[in-house]
C-alpha cells in the first residue's frame, strides 16, 4: 500500500499537416493567407471555421468584404456565437495517473467527442495498491488510518488469492502460461477496492473538453474529479489560451472553480 495524489500529464495534440495546408490554400485561392495560432490545435480550428465562410481574405467570398485579422478575434468570435461544431476539429490526448475508478467511472460518462484507454485489472496484477484519502478525510488520523488499513487488508487478502490459484495449478504463478495468469487476475480483481488508483487515457476534442471543464470544476461535482479536471483546465488553457482563455477561475472549497460566460458552446 502506497499514498498516491492523481496527476495529470497532456501527452499529445492535433499536428497540422503543413504541406498539405498549404496546398488547400493554393487550391481555393488563398495561396499567401497566414495565421499567428499559437497552437496546431487553434490553427486547425481557424482553418475549419473560415472554411465554411471561405473567410481566408476579403473578396475571397463576394459576400464577404471584411475578415477578422488574427486568430485570436476569430476564435473569440467562434465561442462568442456558439459556433462549437468547428472546435470538434482539435483533439488533446491526456493520461490521468493514480485516479481511482471512482473518478474514471464518471469520467466515461463524458462519451461524445472523447475516446478512453483504461488500465485493465484483468491483466494487470495488483501487487503495491495506491490509495489517495480525498480532502474531506484528509488531516484527520483516524480517516487516513481506516483507508490505509483496508488497502492494506484487501492488499494482502488478493496476494492470498494469488496464492491459492499457485496451488491450485501445482507451480508458482509467474511460471503459468498467460491465459491462466489472465483468468486469476481477472477473477482476484474483485477484491480491490472502488478507491484503487489506476491510469487512464482520455482524448477529446476541444469543444468536449470546454464542456467538461465546465462540468467537472463545478462546486457540485465529485472532489476527485473537481481536483483532475482544476489540473486539465490549468494546463489546457495554458497552451490553448486563444480558445479556452475566456474561462474565469474562483476558489470554492479549496478547489478551482472555472467558469465562461459561453457554456456549452
Given amino acids: 500500500m502506497h499514498r498516491v495524489e492523481p496527476v495529470v500529464f497532456c501527452v499529445g495534440e492535433t499536428r497540422t499537416n503543413d504541406d498539405q ?22 490553427e486547425i480550428i481557424e482553418v475549419m471555421a473560415r472554411a465554411c465562410y471561405k473567410s481566408f ?5 463576394p459576400n464577404v468584404t471584411r475578415v477578422r485579422p488574427d486568430n ?12 462549437g461544431s468547428t472546435l470538434e476539429h482539435s483533439f488533446i490526448n491526456f493520461m490521468f495517473c493514480d485516479v481511482s475508478r471512482v473518478f474514471t467511472h464518471e469520467l466515461v460518462r463524458h462519451r461524445a467527442g472523447s475516446a478512453f484507454s483504461q488500465e485493465s485489472l484483468r491483466f ?13 478525510f484528509e488531516g484527520n488520523k483516524r480517516a487516513e488510518e481506516l483507508f490505509e488499513e483496508t488497502w492494506r487488508l484487501l ?3 488478493y496476494g492470498e488469492l494469488i496464492e491459492v490459484a499457485a496451488e491450485m495449478e501445482g507451480r508458482p504463478f509467474d511460471e503459468l502460461p498467460f491465459h491462466l495468469k489472465k483468468k486469476y ?9 472502488i478507491g484503487l488508483a489506476t491510469n487512464i487515457g482520455w482524448s477529446c476534442n476541444i469543444r468536449t473538453l470546454r464542456h467538461v471543464i465546465e462540468m467537472r470544476t463545478d462546486p457540485g461535482s465529485e472532489e476527485e474529479i473537481r481536483f483532475v479536471f482544476a489540473k486539465v483546465a490549468e494546463i489546457a488553457i495554458a497552451k490553448f489560451g486563444n480558445i479556452l482563455g475566456d474561462y474565469e477561475v474562483d476558489m470554492v472549497e479549496g478547489l478551482p472553480h472555472y467558469r465562461t460566460e459561453h457554456p456549452k458552446v
Fill in 21 to 42: 495546408m498549404r496546398a488547400y490554400l493554393a487550391h481555393i485561392g488563398a495561396p499567401d493567407w497566414q495565421t499567428d495560432a499559437p497552437s496546431d490545435v487553434e
Fill in 57 to 61: 481574405g476579403p473578396g475571397l467570398n
Fill in 124 to 136: 494487470v496484477r495488483l501487487e503495491d495498491m495506491g490509495v489517495w484519502v480525498p480532502p474531506a
Fill in 155 to 157: 492488499e494482502e487478502k
Fill in 185 to 193: 487476475t481477472s477473477a482476484a480483481r474483485r477484491l480491490a477496492p
Fill in 72 to 83: 485570436k478575434s476569430h476564435l473569440g468570435n467562434i465561442v462568442k456565437v456558439g459556433h
